[in-house]
């Protein structure tokens, strides 16, 4: 069973709709994301309808409106930026944008599909409150509104997974904060990320052998356990974001939490009778440059908390800058995700569970009909 990981064509065989193939392609899509976002224009002022006219300028504070897959992004932009933006970035996964959102708030709504309620909501709500509204989307209902109120947008490439679009949904955020006046200065540190992922492909990708290759390594250590990954600071986001990989690719259950928090709550868990922990294995994410806070908080959780886990693992980020790092651990662990799938004998990619959910709630609350009769509400003159 485990040879399954050194046998290309077998895998390709489970993983029928070639996950493995579309996420090794990362390190391009983060550079074509960051041309398409490049190309968007942001007007001056934008007339919505007789009552909402929308003026683009620096904001004040942004909000990330999405769910899931998509939401993530304005949860790594938020852990990338927070010690240096002077202005307060917030993800809203929810169908109302919180009250203070106004008309210096920059609102991105994110939808990979572009049909999900809770962002088409979300979308509607910062329209009304006249907020700087942008989408980031492939198509669907998010797509059809916004061009048809010229509302700033970035189309990426349709035919992903939305948690396989990450880099295209993502990297458009910073591009489109800089033309609307946020001092970033980032291009370096945009392109240092595709140059790592390139970098890390000689030693990740479903060529290189098990013994070789971090993340079938992680894969099959995680085997047949529950994993917790426990992230700090600027990889509290990508701590969720693997967790949710191992849902939504392994379709097992998973555990996230972020030091220091998790030492005044979580570690008391692992009281729990051994019966239960050794079901249990711990990723932690860990840097060369992490704070001494937190290095020394790290060690003592494994010395004092984690001797009943089944596992204590660790992934090492790479790179020199805070987002070449982000981005260097949430691809070893993406990929370990999809070989632990591929162990486990099930494709990654589809998720029906989620599909089946999206749709019986589209019809019991009439989910397109609704919103494109609110959105002309809002448009009308
Ligand atoms: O990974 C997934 O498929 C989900 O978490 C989706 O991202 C989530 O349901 C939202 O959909 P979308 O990203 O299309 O707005």
Redesign the pocket.
Known sequence: MVVVLDRVEEMRRIDKGDALGLCIKTPEYCRDAVQRARQVNIPKELKVSEKVLIHYGKPRHIIVA??????IVGEMLHDWLMEELPIPIEVCRDYLLPAYAGEDTLVFA???????EE?LSAFIDAIKRKCMVASITSGGHLLSFSQRLQIPHVTVPSGF???VAVPYIFFPLPVLMEKMGVRLEVEDEMEEVARVLQELNEEVTPQVPTAENPSKKLALELRKTIPVVYGFRQFKAIARRLK?QFN?NSKIPGVFDAFPELNHNEIVGWEAPEALTERFSVVLIRDRDEPPEIGHRIEATKTLALQKAHKVLEIRARGNRALAKMFSVMYIGDLASIYLAILLGVDPTP?PI?DKL?AEMGRRLNTAERLTSELQKVTRK
Do not use: H
Not at 66 to 71: H, I, K, L, N, R
Not at 110 to 116: A, H, R
């Open positions: 999405g769910m899931g897959g998509s939401a994110v939808s990979y599909s572009g049909n999900t962002t997974a939305p948690r949710c939504e998720v989620i999206k």
